[in-house]
Every structure is written in C-alpha cells, then in structure tokens.
DNA sequence: AAGGCTTTGTAACAATTGTTACATTAAATT
DNA sequence: AATTTAATGTAACAATTGTTACAAAGCCTT
C-alpha cells in the first residue's frame, strides 16, 4: 500500500504523513458499479483515491439524485469530509464508475492530521476549491446550454472517465443523469447519429472521432 | 472595531485570534451597489462580513456572469480565500447588495492563521463547506425547477437579503439573473400580480404575504 | 423456435421558454 | 409643458423540451 500511496500522494504530502497514512488507512478496491459511500448512512471515513473514478451525487431524501462530481486519481471527497468532521448522515451517494482503488482515512485520525501536518491541510483546502470548481462548472452548464450540447458534452466526459469510446449505457441512463425524459435523449442521439458524430447500437453508444 | 468582532466572531474564535484580527485586518464599510471583489484582479485580502450582504458572481472571460452565493454576516467568501492562496487574479465579482461593514484581512497573514489557530481552520472548512451546500443548492434550482418557481424564489431571497418586501429593482435585472429575457420575466410576474402574489408598479416589485 | 422482457424508434401533440416587434406608460430632462 | 428616455405590457410566433402512446428490434430464457 506504501507504494501506491508515495506514487499517487509522494508529489505532495511530506513522507512522515504517508508513512502514517500507511498505518491508519485501509486500502480498498471495489469495481465499476459499487457502492462506496451510501445515502443516511454515517460515514466511516475519507476515501484517497489511488486509481479508477468514482461519481458523486447528491441525494435528497424524495430519492431524486444529482450529479454532483468525479473523483479520480489523487482526489478526495471534500463532502464527505464535511460529514465526518460533524458526524452527520451522508447526504450524498458515491458509485464506483470503472474498478478504483482508494485508501480509506477513519474519521477518528482526521482531526490530528489536520493539525499535524500542513501538507495535509493544503490538500483537503485545494481539494475543497476543486470540487467547488467542478459544481460551478456543473451548474454554468445547465445555466447556459441546450440540451443537445450537455449531451454531447455528457457523452464526451463519460468517454474520458471509462476511457472508451464505446460507451454501454442506455439511453434511460443518460436520461436521468441529464433530468429529461428518455424519448428526448433518444431523439437527440438519433440527430448526433445523422450528423455522424456517433453509432447507435443497442445498449452501446459508438463515438466516432 | 473590536466590538464589532467581538459581537459577530466571539462565539467562534479564541479572544487571542480575534485580537490578532483586530491588529492585522482593517474595517471597511461600503454602500450598495460598490463592488468588493472585482474581476481580473488580484485579491487583496480575504473578508469578513459583520453586518450587510454581499452578492459573489462567477465572471467569464466574455463577460458573462452567473450568481453563485451571497456571504452575509459571520461568513466569508471561500472563493477569494483560494485566489489568494494561489496568487491568481480574481475570477468573481462581489457586489454589496446593500450596505454593508467588513474586515479585510490581508493576504500574507492568511498562511500565519491556518498554522496558529484551529478555530481559524474550523472557519475555514466550515465556510468552504457551506458555500459549496449553496451552489449545490443553486444547482438543484436549476435543475429540478421550472421558471415560474425559481422566478418566485429569486424574489423571496431579495426580499429577505435586502430586508424589504418593497423591491426596486427592473424585470430586465431579474432576467439577468435568472438568465432568460425580460418579456418572459414580465409575463411570470403578471401571472403572479393576477395570482394575487404581488403588485407591480415601475421599478418595484410589491410582494404581498 | 417461441415467448417474454428490455431497449430503441417515431409520431403526434402539449407545455414551456425564447424572440421579435411594437404599443403604452411612467419618470426624468429640457 | 413638451420631449426624451427607460420600463413595462402584450401579441404573435418560433424553438426547445416534455409527454403519451405504440411499434419495431434485439436479447434472453425456456
């Protein structure tokens, strides 16, 4: 775990801190599609991503769900990190996008790493700001554009996350990710095939570069 | 100033740190309508608001603007706070949404504080945390609400920041805001005049509880 | 191969939001 | 008071998005 950790982290945290991160964390690897974090559940602990990416979204108690951001590589969950810190139920919902790793932090060590070391502080501030960055992102994408450009924008992210260009999803996924109706994502997918941009199939969407 | 931090920041900060503010932060008072934070500028310090409310915007490169937050007493803007950090030039606008009193603590104690006081830190992540439950909340408006709600609930938060149910303010600003045009903001709000919800004369907005 | 289930295609229509154009009214200026 | 300017009202129409309903195609199970 030391190794993965110094390969992922080694750039910035100082190699005390890693060294203890080694100690109190738990490496965990789960595959595309599982639960890492569940919604009303007390969060166990902060997760370092080590590789993979895993989606968040916010949930709200009516079961309605919004995407939020991706974690990846080097990140961690600025949400998740409130929650600790306060011991509330989590509000949000994390779902393993393609196999990932990740280091699990318990809640308990959070507070002295926060005080110990200034790297440590650096990165859960900077990992603060970029999450703000990606929801403001996020919401000037639905503030200002169409449909048909979120979709292609949404296929586009969806490709560099699973690295693939063949993407197996349903257009009822799509549809709920984007908060429309799956007759609309169909129609527009059906445009963006006539205007050669990607392939229809069943199940799979082909995008053609 | 003392008194005034004392009253806003004592239930929060050590007397040693509000001390230490009160040596390096200097007390500034703007009207409505000034701009605190300007765009493409370096960041001079970071604020805390004792009285008032303030209006932060993401600003784009063409101009374009979108509303991301309000800071009002006992906040701070986590936006800025990062700008100087970084030393990058400043991506949003802050506007005073009515008068308002602050104290800008400069950027070069910034760093001092994160070391000395975990009070300060508290703030800090709480703050960043909050703002970020705001534009997760503006996110949601957009995508779950149809016009004619989010028009009705743009016209309560005004009423509330700016403490007045009389609002002076034109259908071309609202629309603006809420990103549409101002014949479709016109047409809501004379549904809403003839649901009894609000008067409209020139240059107010009359909201009847 | 047949039947059942899921996914996709498509038409027809409704609702919402956006656009253009111009009239009307209120305030400000001369 | 007359003129100019800014703000609002309204109609007519366009574009986008949402909804319903059903057909067609692909996949799975038996």
């Given at each position: 775990?030391?190794?993965?950790?110094?390969?992922?982290?080694?750039?910035?945290?100082?190699?005390?801190?890693?060294?203890?991160?080694?100690?109190?964390?738990?490496?965990?690897?789960?595959?595309?599609?599982?639960?890492?974090?569940?919604?009303?559940?007390?969060?166990?602990?902060?997760?370092?991503?080590?590789?993979?990416?895993?989606?968040?979204?916010?949930?709200?108690?009516?079961?309605?769900?919004?995407?939020?951001?991706?974690?990846?590589?080097?990140?961690?969950?600025?949400?998740?990190?409130?929650?600790?810190?306060?011991?509330?139920?989590?509000?949000?919902?994390?779902?393993?996008?393609?196999?990932?790793?990740?280091?699990?932090?318990?809640?308990?060590?959070?507070?002295?790493?926060?005080?110990?070391?200034?790297?440590?502080?650096?990165?859960?501030?900077?990992?603060?700001?970029?999450?703000?960055?990606?929801?403001?992102?996020?919401?000037?994408?639905?503030?200002?554009?169409?449909?048909?450009?979120?979709?292609?924008?949404?296929?586009?992210?969806?490709?560099?996350?699973?690295?693939?260009?063949?993407?197996?999803?349903?257009?009822?996924?799509?549809?709920?990710?984007?908060?429309?109706?799956?007759?609309?994502?169909?129609?527009?997918l059906k445009k963006l095939?006539?205007?050669?941009?990607?392939?229809l199939q069943r199940n799979?969407?082909?995008?053609?570069?």
């Amino acid at each position: 775990m030391i190794n993965l950790l110094r390969k992922t982290f080694g750039f910035i945290f100082e190699s005390t801190l890693i060294e203890e991160i080694n100690k109190i964390g738990t490496l965990r690897e789960v595959s595309a599609g599982e639960e890492l974090i569940r919604f009303g559940e007390f969060i166990q602990g902060v997760p370092l991503m080590i590789s993979g990416a895993v989606r968040v979204n916010r949930v709200y108690p009516d079961g309605n769900e919004l995407f939020l951001y991706y974690i990846e590589e080097g990140d961690t969950c600025s949400m998740s990190f409130n929650c600790c810190t306060q011991q509330k139920k989590s509000e949000i919902r994390a779902i393993a996008e393609i196999d990932s790793q990740f280091i699990m932090i318990p809640v308990s060590k959070i507070e002295s790493l926060i005080g110990k070391y200034s790297s440590w502080r650096q990165f859960v501030f900077s990992s603060y700001h970029n999450r703000m960055v990606e929801v403001v992102y996020a919401l000037e994408k639905v503030a200002f554009e169409k449909l048909d450009d979120r979709l292609e924008e949404y296929l586009d992210q969806k490709s560099r996350i699973t690295q693939s260009d063949s993407l197996q999803m349903t257009h009822q996924e799509i549809a709920e990710d984007l908060r429309t109706s799956r007759v609309v994502i169909s129609r527009l997918l059906k445009k963006l095939e006539q205007m050669g941009k990607l392939k229809l199939q069943r199940n799979t969407i082909e995008l053609i570069r």
